[in-house]
């Protein structure tokens, strides 16, 4: 089964990919992740990603439909994956169609009143595991891994809303486009807690 989850930044995709990725043993392919690690290992990709993201705005469609299209052709998304933040306007869905076949598009609905905080508290690690300080009691090192926690650099305010504000123009049409395909299935419970949302996503997968 491919999976898309579409969501606003900070709607927990990362966070729900990571319990789906444990429990249906599906790949998790998240272009945010991808980017971020051009971005460390200072590849040409990365260099010419950077200055998008830091503004929040979408890296150009035709660099980020390759990698996406070179990613699927690995063996290990052979048994089924779930795309994290891809596809993100009409143009990557219309690509996207024409070299993978989607199942389903998972849409984690949240009030975008609760997203700057999410996401300004949002600690990550290295190994794809996201936690909010709020529940970190102080730890600064990966429950999962034992990674050294950071945040992310277009995790500040400036930079969310311009993420935001693209989310709205570009990204939320989709909604629309995976419903006339028959393809949504709407999260509704997206600002209940990480256990009730995937609960939810349980019901949805079957
Ligand atoms: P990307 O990395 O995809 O970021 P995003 O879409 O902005 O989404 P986030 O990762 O911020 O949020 P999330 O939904 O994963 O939430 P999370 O689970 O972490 O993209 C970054 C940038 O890369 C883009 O701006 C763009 O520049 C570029 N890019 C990426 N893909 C691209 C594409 N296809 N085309 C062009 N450019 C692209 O949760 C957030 C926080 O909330 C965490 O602290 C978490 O602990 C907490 N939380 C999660 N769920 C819950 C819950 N149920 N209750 C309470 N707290 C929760
Ligand atoms: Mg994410």
Sequence with gaps: MNIILLGAPGAGKGTQASKIADKYKLLHISTGDIFRANIKGGTEIGKLAKSYIDAGKLVPDE?????VEDRLTWDDAGNGYMLDGFPRNIYQAEQLDKFAKVDLCLNIDVDEKLLM??????????????YHVSTLNGATTCAKCGGELYQRAD???????SRLDTYNTQTAP???????QGKLATVTSGE???DEVFAQIIKILG
């Design 63 to 67: 660099v980020t439909c390759k990698i």
């Design 117 to 130: 905080d999410r996401i300004c508290g949002r600690r990550v690690c290295a190994c794809g595991e996201s």
């Design 155 to 161: 995790d500040n305010p400036e930079t969310v809303k």
């Design 174 to 180: 989709l909604i629309d486009y995976y419903k006339k």
């Design 192 to 194: 209940g807690s990480p």
